[in-house]
């Protein structure tokens, strides 16, 4: 089944087109419905995620004790890198989670988490945040870059370039909802526009755990506003549409993006769109990818080319009153947890769920 396909370039060259309104509405109803979307935007250049992705294998292949010199775990590991097996999914402990999962026919859920203790997954986190310009109350959360010390020379070049790519995109979309929600076009992206945006790759290494059926990141939301992703050179990447409760195995086109929502968003809008479930796992084709990939030289590591994109930190996150309005009024699926969305800092409920899944204390 695919995703609904918006054209940000329709919006980008004429947003107040009746053309473009229309894309407009079908991102918000995409957001809805599927809780996801894949946008077709002209700037991606696959040569540059390419780049990217060679820069991240070349840095996951390292010893482990050179990895280890970038971790920063005493904020949340907010930047530099994270080792495998240190974050937990939270749907292995969360009831309403588990719930989600027992709603779905058998053959549509996830890979069985009950006994995944922790993702074996590295992860790295590039901050690509317009610093605000006053003092946050939050500053574990908008610290400075790591530059690993092999790559000092080209990291920042290459990071810079595709998160920017993926910032720019990614903003394109958060005004594009708010227009089809019938919202201030800049609604949402003012809200983020010093947030601690992450470009957030995420490295599993295939000649340790290529096996058949391995989870490499367990059934599980983000908790961001908007998550972006690339192309990647494995597949693996599962999404659950809201809609109909069915397992999509994502392929996203070239020349395209994909976007997910995330906590924040749901949290602001009262519920209407709820923050899509997701896992990477091993499969069939995975390991197709391996033995075409082995040929190459290249490090066996599959790279998620991943933007999480932040509101600001000192932001108060609550409900937009005519979105969590439409939230109630609107046909909910039999079964779906109603949640209570309290008001609260941004920087909180990050915080929050970061110790949900063992990155924070």
């Not at 991240?56 to 010893?63: G, K, R, S, T």
């Not at 549509?108 to 109350?137: N, V």
Request: hydrophobic fraction near 40%.
């Amino acid at each position: 089944m695919p995703l609904p396909v918006v054209d940000l370039d329709i919006f980008l060259q004429s947003p107040d087109s009746v053309t473009a309104q229309a894309e407009c509405k079908k991102a918000a109803d995409a957001l809805v419905e599927y809780g996801a979307l894949v946008v077709k935007d002209s700037r991606v250049s696959e040569a540059d995620n390419s780049a990217f992705l060679d820069l991240l294998e070349d840095y996951f292949a390292q010893p482990i004790d050179l990895l280890r010199a970038d971790e920063r775990p005493e904020v949340g590991y907010q930047v530099g890198v994270t080792l495998a097996n240190t974050e937990r999914p939270k749907c292995a402990s969360s009831a309403p989670c588990l719930s989600v999962i027992q709603r779905l026919e058998p053959s549509e859920r996830p890979l069985d988490i009950s006994g995944h203790q922790a993702d074996p997954k590295c992860r790295f986190f590039w901050k690509m945040q317009t610093p605000p310009p006053y003092p946050t109350a939050y500053p574990s959360l908008n610290m400075q870059n790591v530059v690993p010390k092999a790559f000092e020379h080209q990291w920042p070049g290459i990071m810079n370039k595709w998160g920017g790519r993926m910032r720019e995109a990614v903003e394109g979309v958060a005004e594009m909802a708010a227009v089809g929600f019938g919202l201030e076009r800049g609604a949402f992206k003012d809200a983020g526009a010093y947030g601690p945006h992450l470009l957030a790759p995420t490295a599993s290494d295939l000649n340790e755990y290529g096996k058949k059926d391995t989870i490499l990141a367990g059934f599980h939301t983000d908790l961001n506003f908007l998550t972006i992703h690339g192309r990647s050179r494995y597949p693996g990447l599962h999404i659950w549409a809201r809609n109909t409760g069915k397992r999509i195995a994502v392929s996203i086109p070239s020349g395209c993006l994909l976007v997910q929502a995330g906590r924040q968003l749901e949290h602001l809008t009262g519920g209407l769109v709820k923050a899509g479930y997701h896992e990477v796992v091993v499969n069939e084709a995975t390991l197709q990818a391996v033995e075409r990939i082995r040929s190459t030289g290249r490090p066996l590591i599959r790279i998620s080319s991943t933007f999480f994109y932040h509101l600001l930190s000192d932001y108060t996150l609550a409900p937009i009153p005519q979105l969590q309005h439409e939230s109630q009024t609107r046909y909910v699926q039999d079964g779906e947890e109603k949640e209570t969305y309290e008001s609260m800092k941004v920087g909180q409920q990050v915080e929050n769920e970061l110790r949900q899944i063992a990155l924070m204390a």
